[in-house]
Each structure stands twice: as C-alpha cells, then as structure tokens.
C-alpha cells in the first residue's frame, strides 16, 4: 500500500497542499501555499479500500481534484464504488466544514460586539477622511473601530493596533466573516506586512458582501452598486450617488448574489494591470443580466486604478 501511495505526496504538494505525512482513513485538514498562522485552507481524504484514491480541495486557491493511483482501467463496478467514495469524502468535508464555521462564529461575534461605532475622529475615520473619504457614521452600519487589535504575521504577535472592521454578511445577513484594516492612531495604515486581513469564516463566503447602505429607488428602479475593496465602494457611491456595497475582492465581486427587489446594478470594477477586477466585474454583470436585471460596468480609465483614486483625480482636476 505505501507503494501505491507512493506518487500521491507529489499531486498534493503540486495542486499548493502543504503534507508532511499521509495520513489515510479520514478526512485531514492541512496548510496551503499562502497560508498564515493557523490557517488549513487544504484537505484531502485517502481510501485504501480497493485502487488508493484521494480527493483534495484547495480553498485559498479555488481548486480541487481527484488522484487515483496507477493500475489498469477500472471496470464498471470498481468506477460505481469510486463514485461513492468521492460522494463520501464530500459529505465528510461539508460537515467539517459546518463544525469548523460553528466554531468560529462565537469569536467573531464578540469581536464585532466589543467594537465601537466609527466617528469622524477616531483613527477609522481619520483614515478614511485622508483618502477623501466621507465617514459613514451610524450603529445600525457594518463598519466599526477597534481601539486595539492583536495583529498576528505567521506564528509572531507584532503588537497591537487599532483597527477598522467591517462586518461581511451572507446575502441572508448571517455574519460570515470580520474584515480588518490595521492603522496607527494618525489615522495611516499600520506598519505591517498586510494591514487589511479578513477573519477566520463562518459560512460560505460566495455572495457575501459589506452592506453600507439599502438599495435605493431611482426612475422608478430599485439599484445597488458594487465594487471590490471599502475605500473603492465609498468613492463610487460618492461618485454616482447610489449605494455601492463592496464584495471584499474580485472573487467575491464575480460571485455576488443580488438581493431580492434590485433590478438595476452598477459594477464599479478596478483597472488591473491583469485584466482580474474587469473579468470579475463582466462575468457578475453578464450572470445578472441572465437573471433579467438591467447591468452595467464602469472601469476608471488609467490603467492600474481603481474608484477611490478616480475619485482623487477628479478632485485634483476640478
């Protein structure tokens, strides 16, 4: 059997899943390339009962895939049972997944409760009034300040900052996961390797998103925007004068789900270098007008950009 397995260490380590050893019998969480301090954003799940065969997922990098070990063609039987292993192994994954979401909501909550409201003056608001940034202001929104936050690079505590959160919310409104902009108290970003970092989840992150404000009605059409990041969102909703959620990344931003009512959306896309934002924002605008909703795409026309720095431009020009 240790033979058979032999070529399976290879596929994980090549599909980003970091293995020190094979574990067969049950379902094993493990890192990924990219991950950080406590993060297993890999899995697999070997079955030694007839050919080896090992399904495995990768989250951090959205892939996942099958390795069977070499021998013969399987026959009609053998490929029947190898069906129901990999139906197993699903099943297996989504319950631990489940438990693994019921295990950190708890935590986000208290962090979000413990939170304050954003005010012009702490160091949330001034960082968003240094990028030309309206503040929201109100307890009923999804962005809060944290006086201290514990910032964590990998196994090291780099000490504690203060922070803007933003609640991230499953388009039912279940909290899903905290996103985080660690700052200093002059209201600039902390100096850390990534100074915005996104929380443990606790659901399913396709269509979540940050809902500053509700739809609103316009000629008689209930419209909503979207953009990436919460800076871009705020600019754009400044910009065209409609509510604009952010999607915390293009990922998110191409899976979003429209709420119940909308009819129109505006897609806020950035213009990356890599053509992401655009294709992310395309593919969200062409699944909504399979839907039957009125969509659009606007991009900033400087390459490399994005609307909080279209917002910027603007102002400079005026």
């Not at 429209?258 to 992310?280: I, K």
Request: one cysteine or more; hydrophobic letters at 40%.
């Amino acid at each position: 059997m240790t033979a058979a397995l032999h070529s399976l260490a290879p596929a994980l380590a090549a599909a980003g899943l970091l293995v020190d050893s094979i574990e067969p019998g049950r379902l094993m969480r493990c890192r990924v390339e990219g991950d950080r301090r406590g993060q297993t954003s890999g899995a697999y799940r070997v079955f030694t009962d007839g050919r080896p065969a090992a399904p495995w997922w990768n989250w951090k990098a959205g892939t996942s895939g099958v390795w069977v070990a070499d021998g013969p063609p399987l026959t009609a039987a053998q490929q029947h049972h190898q069906r129901q292993r990999m139906a197993q192994a699903q099943r297996e994954r989504q319950q631990q997944q489940a438990e693994q979401w019921a295990q950190n909501l708890p935590g986000l909550i208290r962090q979000w409760n413990s939170a304050q409201p954003l005010t012009e003056h702490c160091p949330a608001g001034v960082y968003l009034a240094r990028r030309g940034l309206p503040v929201p202001v109100g307890d009923a929104l999804p962005l809060r300040y944290a006086p201290q936050l514990d910032y964590w690079d990998g196994p090291e505590r780099m000490g504690s900052f203060p922070a803007m959160l933003a609640a991230v919310t499953s388009p039912a409104g279940a909290l899903v996961a905290l996103h985080r902009t660690y700052l200093i108290e002059d209201g600039h970003k902390a100096p850390v390797p990534t100074a915005k970092k996104l929380t443990r989840t606790a659901g399913p992150m396709a269509g979540a998103s940050i809902k500053l404000h509700p739809p609103l009605l316009r000629d008689g059409a209930l419209v909503l925007g979207l953009a990436e990041g919460i800076e871009t969102a705020i600019a754009a909703s400044v910009l065209a004068g409609i509510p604009v959620w952010p999607c915390v990344s293009a990922g998110g931003l191409e899976q979003f789900e429209p709420p119940a009512g909308v009819q129109r959306l505006y897609v806020f896309a950035d213009n990356d270098a890599s053509g992401t934002g655009q294709r992310a924002a395309e593919r969200l605008a062409q699944r909504a007008a399979r839907m039957g909703l009125e969509a659009r795409t606007l991009t900033p026309l400087s390459p490399g950009t994005d609307w909080a720095d279209e917002l910027i431009a603007r102002r400079a020009a005026a």
